[in-house]
């Protein structure tokens, strides 16, 4: 996979002793880190924002992310984007498993 710096960006789950964790490596050149809280049912993550690198108070960068288990083949990703100015952006994205 080659990624393009300027939009791609990755993000990897991982345990972390008994929390999972999310980093998020952003296309704005910063690596936010999130915990998640996990839905009862399992369905549902709620990752939210505890420290990153290539960061300062006033960097915009990936704030929360809830990524919802709709059904074998599909997921939903709600991601809020913290800009500079202390706005949000929020971005809503419907995921489906390529047959």
């Not at 964790?21 to 296309?27: F, G, I, K, R, V």
């Not at 993550?45 to 992310?65: E, P, V, Y």
């Amino acid at each position: 996979m080659e990624l393009d710096p300027e939009s791609d960006m990755v993000s990897v789950f991982h345990p972390d002793n008994q929390r999972l964790l999310m980093t998020h490596y952003c296309a704005a050149q910063n690596q936010p880190r999130m915990q998640a809280q996990i839905s009862p049912d399992g369905k549902q993550f709620r990752f939210t924002f505890i420290d990153g690198t290539n960061l300062s108070a006033t960097t915009g960068h990936m704030k929360q992310m809830t990524l919802t288990i709709d059904d074998k083949d599909h997921v939903t990703e709600n991601w809020v984007f913290l800009q500079n100015d202390g706005k949000e952006l929020t971005e809503l994205w419907h995921l489906t498993r390529k047959p």
